[in-house]
């Protein structure tokens, strides 16, 4: 059954969990942001952003992640032979494409009326875009960005095929040591803990926010 | 160097692989949707005990990763039976499991845009409450989520490459061997994940026309991830 | 053996609503000892100021809401009984939205259809026989086969009459059939009651439509705050009113109504 030293080791796994998701968390913010705006206000070159996310939609974060390490690794050893880089570059990637599209919908949410009412005063687009859609779009976009860290947080235990020590692949490790396999339910929970809070947050705000518009 | 591209054996394994990956995500996804729609309608309308399990389930999956219930499945199921399972079998049923946890939600969202209304309409005509579940809600509510479904198609399918962590024959299975032999690498992923890219893109806009021919006019789920 | 088609004896309900802030809760006593009898060709309206509970004492006539206290008859069957299948008991009456709830996902035809089918469990031909006849009662010819969102309301709410007519019910509840549509679409579902009037339809109709009471129904019943306050023929209520309450709000309404 679970010693404590074994169950220390697991969770000692949670901080490289937690740094992934959120380094990639804010990459998907820096790269969804742009795309989002892009994609309604910038017509000819809304293309781009469909490929992209057709691309992250299409392809496993597994595969990119094999590719990226195995593939590219031996070529551009600096950042790509780094298990950590690798991850949080597919991860955040992947993050951004889903992002741009809980994005778009926010803009859509807060309405074009806010960007007339933005140049109107003066606002040159992208300023209109930074100074008041932004803000708004943020509000508007609790609930998607929520399931997306969730998200992160699970999506964090493909590393395990880049051999890197997060809850998955100690879990993993324990099982092979000790023949027991409970220690995958343990991880489970742990994933489930580090999720959960943010759920029932997010479903209460949702709630919330539903009385309020009278819903 | 890229003959190895026209080899028969490997084109072999891919498209044994990619069959084995729309295989289990075909089927966790019809048995996601059986189930499903059994939790939602259980959410909906069960005593607070039946919800409270429902809650519980819905956690559990929703909560953590694929790849560790995959992992449970695999090496915890069947030595609890005592007998041996084929891995195939118990990853039809995991990702059939998980499927439900997300379409329940689906599911339950696009009936609760509609049941007021339609279920009151349902009784008005005498019709009992499964009546107007079987005959009005659900028919309804699975056009409404066509979109969601999709989704969860696409996600399930990139989910599938875990599968290949133990040892099922996937197409991520398919690269690992045939890489393994050629020590081509980069253009081995490129093409699996070429694969996987055409598969999920050219599904998705099958399931979009199909949206748009039969959505019923007038109601659209208001889509929040 | 009762002479009434309907019947509803003391009947109360109230209900809540949950206010903004937490805890706050607002009771709506919606029906308040009301009683009403309906027999067989009656053709009764009941209008009032809106809130009243107008709308809720009718759902409480098909069971849609149930009551906290007091009986409902249909013939001499009491539906406010415990246990008893409500559903066969609502396939008797007909009941028509407000807000028209079409079943969205059938065309007009198929919406007529549906119950003939599934709740009287007739044969495919008669079926539609049957929703073909309904529908040409209401005037809906050539759309039968198009979906809700492609009718207008008056077209949709006349498919929702021919929906309630089709099962051939002992009476036919209607609640504010013509509120929710654009002034001009509502001609068309008036001229449909009125033609159903004629025929001799058992009717209980909630609406504010004056000029329909005055050519229609046969008596009219003023509702107020849970109460029935007064009875009479249109006659009656558009000269003189015997209640104050009755009074005011006729002066109300005639002044507004242009016809």
Aim: aromatic share 12%; proline share 4%.
């Amino acid at each position: 059954m679970p010693g404590w030293e074994q169950l220390i080791y697991l969770l000692e796994g949670v901080p490289l969990t937690l740094s992934i998701s959120i380094i990639s968390f804010l990459i998907g913010i820096a790269i969804g942001l742009p795309l989002a705006f892009t994609k309604i206000y910038e017509k000819e070159i809304a293309f781009v952003v469909d490929a992209y996310e057709k691309i992250f939609r299409g392809i496993p974060e597994i595969v990119l992640m094999l590719l990226f390490f195995f593939g590219l690794g031996p070529f551009f050893p600096t950042p790509f032979n780094n298990a950590f880089f690798v991850a949080c570059f597919v991860l955040g990637l992947r993050s951004g494409a889903n992002q741009s599209h809980i994005y778009r919908g926010a803009i859509r949410g807060v309405g074009d009326e806010q960007m007339l009412a933005g140049t109107s005063v003066g606002f040159s687009k992208w300023r209109a875009i930074w100074y008041i859609m932004i803000p708004q779009v943020f509000t508007f976009s609790t609930a998607g960005l929520g399931s997306e860290y969730a998200l992160l947080i699970k999506d964090s235990a493909y590393v395990y095929v880049l051999a890197l020590l997060d809850v998955t692949k100690r879990a993993d490790q324990l099982r092979i040591n000790t023949g027991d396999v409970t220690w995958y339910i343990i991880a489970a929970l742990v994933y489930i803990a580090l999720t959960f809070p943010l759920a029932f947050a997010l479903d209460r705000w949702g709630n919330k926010r539903k009385n309020k518009i009278g819903l | 160097m890229s003959d190895w591209l026209t080899n028969p054996l490997y084109w072999n394994w891919i498209l044994q692989g990619l069959s084995v990956t729309v295989e289990i995500t075909l089927f966790g996804v019809l048995l996601g949707l059986i189930l499903g729609t059994l939790l939602a309608v259980g959410d909906i309308y069960g005593r607070k005990a039946l919800r409270a399990a429902i809650a519980v389930y819905v956690e559990f999956f929703r909560g953590s990763p694929l790849f560790v219930q995959v992992f449970i499945a695999v090496y915890a199921i069947p030595p609890l039976l005592n007998i041996q399972i084929d891995h195939l079998l118990l990853a039809f049923f995991v990702f059939g499991l998980n499927s439900a946890g997300y379409q329940k939600g689906y599911i339950k969202g696009a009936m609760q845009t509609i049941l007021d209304d339609q279920m009151q309409a349902g009784l008005s005509v005498g019709m009992s409450k499964w009546q107007t579940l079987r005959y009005i809600i659900l028919p309804q509510a699975y056009r409404i989520v066509i979109p969601s479904w999709t989704n969860e198609f696409c996600s399930l399918t990139k989910s599938t490459a875990v599968l290949a962590t133990v040892g099922i024959k996937d197409l991520v299975s398919a690269g690992i061997s045939i890489k393994g032999i050629e020590y081509v690498i980069l253009p081995v992923w490129l093409l699996i994940g070429g694969i996987y890219l055409v598969w999920i893109t050219g599904f998705s806009k099958i399931m979009d026309r199909i949206y748009e021919k039969y959505k019923i006019p007038g109601i659209e789920l208001d889509m929040q991830s | 053996m009762t002479d009434y088609v309907m019947e509803a004896k003391h009947v109360y309900k109230t209900y809540r609503i949950k206010g903004e802030k937490k805890g706050d809760v607002k009771i709506v006593e919606a029906v308040k000892d009301v009683s009403l009898q309906i027999r067989k060709g009656d053709i009764k309206l009941i209008f009032g100021p809106s809130g009243s509970g107008k709308s809720t004492f009718l759902r409480c006539m098909d069971m849609l809401d149930i009551p906290d206290k007091g009986e409902i008859y249909l013939g001499d069957e009491c539906l406010t009984v415990k246990g008893l299948d409500l559903n066969k008991a609502r396939a008797r009456i007909g009941f028509v939205f407000q807000h028209i709830y079409l079943f969205r996902h059938l065309t007009a035809l198929g919406n007529v259809e549906l119950a003939l089918r599934q709740v009287l469990k007739l044969p495919k031909e008669e079926a539609r026989k049957r929703a073909m006849a309904a529908l040409e009662e209401v005037k809906i010819t050539d759309c039968i086969n198009k979906y809700p969102a492609q009718l207008s309301g008056g077209q949709a709410q006349r498919v929702g009459i021919a929906r309630a007519i089709a099962r051939q019910p002992d009476i036919i509840l209607l609640d504010e059939p013509t509120s929710a549509l654009d002034p001009e679409l509502t001609g068309e579902v008036i001229d449909t009651l009125r033609d159903l009037a004629h025929e001799g339809t058992t009717m209980l109709i909630v609406s504010h439509e004056m000029p329909f009471a005055r050519e229609v129904a046969e008596e009219m019943i003023f509702y107020d705050e849970g109460h029935i306050i007064e009875t009479g023929s249109p006659m009656g209520f558009f000269n003189a009113p015997n209640t104050d309450r009755a009074k005011q709000f006729m002066d109300r309404i005639i002044n507004r109504t242009t016809r």
